[in-house]
């Protein structure tokens, strides 16, 4: 990645994905924390949540325990320190997930400037940027106000779809084969970009965030990313990059290039 810009999301599963789900496992750690079983397993316990997708992870996270997002952008900036002095040109971009309101995104971003500000200023002789990924319908609609806080958006289109639709990728196999043996739905939303729903939110966003920001760098990620209608549809709606799993690259590229010659009609 050398010269490059890489985007790096900070933590945003429920804190009880990283905690032992069995008594063994918590026996285990305690042994290793000094602690006694009882306190891990009430703690394992209180973290545990009845929706967590909707719940308590996220930047939400962070509000609550900001030494969390502190840690992770000091070992950011650490680490490109690091590479400028192996003669590697980083550009880190530090994304923040879940933001639903624009004081969440504004106290995040002075949290990772307190953090950078500690640092020499004469070691970052980087480019950096901070931005945030737009996963809520609410941060759709109110790009304009999220982009005075944002160098750049990402679109996270896999929970996009999750909360238009009101549906979990979890669960919707449940029913989703009805929908589609019934014509309900042409495709499952959660293969290619809804275009009339989902779609419909991502221009709102992308049309609110550039009304400040013109030249404002906005993508995707997600599974969408590498599906070839999703990736010519975000071409359509001039976004910037698409961002997939690796062994989707390369359909995205094709497709990429699809989209742009059956545009422009040129080869």
């Keep these: 990645m050398n010269g490059f810009p890489v985007t790096i999301r900070l933590l945003d599963p429920p804190l009880h994905e990283f905690m032992p789900q069995n008594d063994e496992k918590i026996t285990e750690l305690a042994l290793k924390m000094g602690i006694p079983f009882t306190q891990l397993k009430l703690v394992t316990e209180a973290l545990h949540e009845i929706n967590p997708m909707l719940g308590h992870r996220g930047c939400r996270l962070a509000v609550t325990f900001p030494e969390m997002y502190e840690?992770?952008?000091?070992?950011?900036?650490?680490?490109?320190?690091?590479a400028r002095k192996e003669g590697i040109v980083v550009i880190p971009e530090i994304e923040m997930p879940l933001i639903s309101s624009t004081n969440e995104l504004k106290i995040l971003r002075e949290l990772a400037m307190r953090v950078i500000e500690t640092f020499d200023p004469a070691q970052i002789d980087f480019?950096?940027?901070?931005?945030?990924?737009?996963?809520?319908?609410?941060?759709?609609l109110t790009a304009d106000h999220l982009a005075e806080y944002a160098?750049?958006?990402?679109?996270?289109?896999?929970?996009?779809t999750q909360?238009?639709?009101?549906?979990?990728?979890?669960?919707?196999?449940?029913?989703?084969?009805?929908?589609?043996s019934k014509g309900i739905l042409e495709r499952d939303p959660s293969d290619t970009i809804d275009r009339r729903?989902?779609?419909?939110?991502?221009?709102?966003?992308?049309?609110?965030?550039?009304?400040?920001k013109p030249d404002m760098d906005i993508g995707?990620?997600?599974?969408?990313?590498?599906?070839p209608a999703s990736v010519e549809f975000c071409h359509q709606i001039g976004l910037n990059y698409v961002s997939c799993s690796p062994f989707r690259v390369p359909i995205a590229r094709l497709a990429a290039a699809q989209a742009v010659v059956k545009e422009t009609g040129k080869v």
């Design 71 to 82: 840690m992770q952008v000091q070992a950011i900036i650490e680490a490109a320190i690091l």
């Design 127 to 140: 480019e950096y940027k901070i931005g945030s990924m737009i996963e809520l319908p609410r941060a759709c």
């Design 151 to 160: 160098d750049f958006f990402s679109f996270g289109t896999n929970d996009l």
């Design 163 to 180: 909360t238009t639709w009101g549906i979990s990728r979890d669960d919707v196999g449940k029913f989703m084969g009805e929908y589609l």
């Design 197 to 212: 729903g989902v779609g419909e939110l991502m221009k709102i966003g992308i049309a609110h965030a550039r009304s400040v």
């Design 220 to 227: 995707i990620c997600g599974e969408h990313g590498g599906e």
